[in-house]
Structures are given as structure tokens and as C-alpha cells.
């Protein structure tokens, strides 16, 4: 059974950097498109970034182009978002997600699992 658990959120400043994990087991996650999305408190669930399988092809959402970073490590069963340059804007749940067959997304009804999200908030 496919699991996902996020780590790495927390408290930071305005300007300030963090690097969330998302750990990946039950099969190796070589075999799905690996995505990131966000939730605000009373938004809806918006779409991050995501990468290909092999880390040839990555998409990132217009608001985090240039400060996040998105990359995987297929033999530690992980991948990684690095948040530069935050924002109070940024402040949400990070979710880390897969997506088994077809291409990468930037859709979240196209993701087949999902983490349990991990807080990140940065302050003024």
C-alpha cells in the first residue's frame, strides 16, 4: 500500500527558507509523476509543483516560479520541496502527492495519493 508523510514544515520568518520531504513507500516511486499542492485556510487546494518521474521535466504554479524548487531522489524513495524567498502568502498545508499512470499533472483530481500535510507558516 502506497504511503506518503511529510516533513520539514514549521515557523519562519518572512525572506527565510525551508525544505519539506516527503517520504514515499509501498512501491518504489520511480514509478509515479510526484506533485506538491497547497491549502490556505478557506482556499482551495492549489497546485505547487510537480515533477516527472526521471526529473527531466518539472512544473511549478506562477506564484512560486523563481523561490521553489522541486526535485526527487528516486533510490532514497523521496522527494523535496525547497521554499527560498517566503512569503506570508505562503503560509498553507503542504501536501505531497502521486500520480501512477498517464503524465505529470498540475491537476490535483489527477493525483492517486496523498500525505496528511505538513504546516507551513511564515511570518511577517
Known amino acids: 500500500q502506497v504511503q506518503l508523510v511529510e516533513s520539514g514544515g514549521g515557523l519562519v520568518q518572512a525572506g527565510g527558507s525551508l525544505r519539506l520531504s516527503c517520504a514515499f513507500s509501498?512501491?518504489?516511486?520511480?514509478?509515479?509523476?510526484m506533485g506538491w499542492f497547497r491549502q490556505a485556510p478557506g482556499k482551495e487546494r492549489e497546485f505547487v509543483a510537480a515533477i516527472s518521474r526521471s526529473s527531466v521535466n518539472t512544473y511549478y504554479g506562477d506564484s512560486v516560479k523563481g523561490r521553489f524548487t522541486i526535485s526527487r531522489d528516486n533510490a532514497e524513495n523521496t522527494v523535496y520541496l525547497q521554499m527560498n524567498s517566503l512569503k506570508p502568502e505562503d503560509t498553507a498545508v503542504y501536501y505531497c502527492?502521486?500520480?501512477?499512470?498517464?503524465?505529470?499533472?498540475?491537476?490535483?483530481?489527477?493525483?492517486?495519493?496523498w500525505g496528511q500535510g505538513t504546516q507551513v507558516t511564515v511570518s511577517s
Open positions: 502527492a502521486a500520480r501512477a499512470i498517464g503524465t505529470i499533472s498540475l491537476s490535483r483530481d489527477q493525483y492517486d495519493y
Open positions: 509501498g512501491r518504489s516511486i520511480s514509478l509515479y509523476f
